[in-house]
């Protein structure tokens, strides 16, 4: 028989390991080189070629955004580019983390991801 539509297979996971698992993707991301802190990511004018300029000339093809607060001209900018994805910390997810080649956590964000699973 084939699965109901209705079937959830979530599985529930501690807190606790759950920081621990996301404290382990970051150390494993530094480790790689894919992880970068930047002072600040912000975009004058919610235009994606200009957003799209600054990641080619970074050299950034597929990139996960962590910003501490993603601001009007950013989401903007970013919702049409295809592998970019801009989100708070408390939406970083671990399929994230690892899906993206690159990781840029603006310093902020640092702030409250230590905050978060420390």
Do not use: W
Not at 30 to 58: I, N
Request: aromatic share 8%.
């Amino acid at each position: 028989f084939p699965n109901m539509p209705d079937e959830n297979f979530t599985q529930k996971i501690n807190k606790k390991m759950y920081r621990a698992g996301m404290a382990a993707i970051f150390s494993q991301l530094a480790r790689e080189g894919r992880l970068a802190v930047v002072d600040s990511l912000t975009v004058d004018s919610p235009k994606t070629k200009q957003l799209a300029a600054r990641f080619k000339a970074m050299n950034l093809e597929s990139v996960l955004v962590i910003a501490e607060e993603v601001d009007e001209n950013l989401y903007l900018a970013s919702r049409n580019l295809t592998n970019v994805l801009v989100v708070e910390p408390r939406y970083a997810d671990p399929v994230s983390l690892v899906h993206y080649k690159k990781v840029l956590v603006t310093k902020g964000a640092v702030d409250k991801l230590k905050e978060m699973f420390a």
